[in-house]
């Protein structure tokens, strides 16, 4: 998909799936320390370099920019802490929520809007059910609405449903295996399969949905 008016630098693209797709076996294989941490940024890091190659108007630099906080957001949760690294996946989130509504989808099913109206109270009930009444269960309560948020929003814009809609779900779904795993509803030895599997091949499709739409109504 070289040709003009589709998506640049393929390699990039290609270069990102084998980053995020090879991490899976530090995470299988427990593995830590700062090398690890570049490994685990590096599938969301070139899919932001990517989509930076890729854009030539605001909505291609408010997708890049969303790839971008998400892979600060993976180094910074082993680097700096948890805090620190939810505070840039939420800025993340925030810009692509601006993305989703600024690009909403004109026309809708009643089903495809319902879903949309329920992602986020949905989630926080689930939340709620895994975490409540453990200390703090609020806080992931309250990062959780800025996913489901995001999600929602990528399902009512304009952009595939089968690959941004569907990316943005699968990433809402691993941050609540997360939190299973944190409350003890599933072993971690079960989200340890699920977890990074759902959040990076959403990353993909979110960034596959967005950028190479963009790249089709945009001529070099």
Partial sequence: MSEEGRDRARWLWLLAL?????????????????AIW???TSGVGLLALWAAANAREKNGWL????????????????????????LAFAVGHLIAITLYLINRRAQMTPSQRLLGWLTMPATLAIVW?????Q???WHAA?????????AAAAWTSRFP???????????????????AGEGGVLSKDVTLWLV??????????IAWGVVSTLAKETKA
Avoid at 65 to 85: C, H, N, P, S, Y
């Fill in 63 to 86: 997708i890049a920019a969303v790839l971008g906080f998400g892979a600060l957001g993976d180094w910074l949760l082993d680097a700096k802490g948890l805090i620190a690294g939810a």
């Fill in 129 to 133: 059910g895994m975490l409540s009444p």
């Fill in 196 to 205: 990074w599997p759902l959040y990076f091949a959403g990353q993909a499709l």
């Fill in 142 to 150: 309250v990062y959780s609405l800025f996913v489901a948020a995001m």
């Fill in 135 to 137: 200390p703090g269960w």
């Fill in 18 to 34: 084998a980053g995020g797709v090879s991490f899976f076996i530090a995470v299988f294989q427990r593995l830590d320390g700062p």
């Fill in 161 to 179: 449903r089968y690959r941004t809609g569907i990316g943005a779900m699968m990433f809402l779904a691993s941050d609540l295996f997360i939190f």
């Fill in 38 to 40: 570049a490994w685990k």
